[in-house]
Antibody
Framework: QVQLQESGPGLVQPSQTLSLTCSVS??????????WSWIRQYPERGLEWIGYVYYGGRAYLNPSLKSRLSMSMDTSKNQFSLRLSSVTAADTAVYYC??????????????WGQGTLVSVSS | QSVLTQPPSASGFPGQRVTISCSGS????????VYWYQQLAGAAPKLLLH???ERPSGVPDRFSGSKSGTSASLVISGLQSEDESLYFCASWDDILTGPMFGGGTKLTVL
């Protein structure tokens, strides 16, 4: 049974960089049938896919965020991370890490972390 | 932001049948499978249906799904109090090259 757990600061100042880490247990993030994703949920409930990364370090990022976004993996710790720069209040959301099943295309999310609220405010 | 359209709310009495709709476009639902998730208050979303109408192990057969063209539906039969939750749909979007989500429907069991 896979478990995903987000960690990181709950408050980020405007114009700063938001950094989150997802710790994965129950499966290795180097397992080639899974990709590792970030998704955020706005206060008004809407969900937005942020991007995903897979073993080998390649990342696919939401074009609307690509200029401010980077994602990486730390296989030694079985973790993957998100960095979003130049944040504004519009980036306030609950951030989820999630597992994408990539055995066949198109991929889909089958497991989610509990989510972590990140507020952008001074 | 969500581009799959769902009604913000739905309701029904115990034992009734409730349908939640999800509308998309040719770049997502029109070409790809639809997935449904249940998010209980304060909890992580849980996969409810995959590939339009397939239930993962442990999901009751009261939950069913269908897809036609660029729209999909989640049907909950024999509504129970524990079904009160937020439900949202998702589908891979070929333009985004990532999953697209609905805005979520809050189901209230009266």
């Amino acid at each position: 049974q896979v478990q995903l757990q987000e960690s990181g600061p709950g408050l980020v100042q405007p114009s700063q960089t938001l950094s989150l880490t997802c710790s994965v247990s129950g499966v290795s993030i180097t397992n080639g049938i899974y990709y590792w994703s970030w998704i955020r949920q706005y206060p008004e409930r809407g969900l937005e896919w942020i991007g995903y990364v897979y073993y080998g370090g390649r990342a696919y990022l939401n074009p609307s965020l690509k200029s401010r976004l980077s994602m990486s993996m730390d296989t030694s710790k079985n973790q993957f991370s998100l960095r979003l720069s130049s944040v504004t209040a519009a980036d306030t959301a609950v951030y989820y890490c999630a597992r994408l099943v990539a055995t066949t295309f198109p991929f889909y999310v089958d497991s989610w972390g509990q989510g972590t609220l990140v507020s952008v405010s001074s | 932001q969500s581009v799959l359209t769902q009604p913000p709310s739905a309701s029904g009495f115990p034992g009734q049948r409730v349908t939640i709709s999800c509308s998309g476009s040719t770049s997502n639902i029109g070409r790809n499978f639809v997935y449904w998730y249940q998010q209980l208050a304060g909890a992580a979303p849980k996969l409810l249906l995959h590939r339009n109408d397939e239930r993962p192990s442990g999901v009751p057969d009261r939950f069913s799904g269908s897809k036609s063209g660029t729209s999909a539906s989640l049907v909950i039969s024999g509504l129970q109090s524990e079904d009160e939750s937020l439900y949202f749909c998702a589908s891979w979007d070929d333009i985004l090259t990532g999953p697209m989500f609905g805005g979520g429907t809050k189901l209230t069991v009266l």
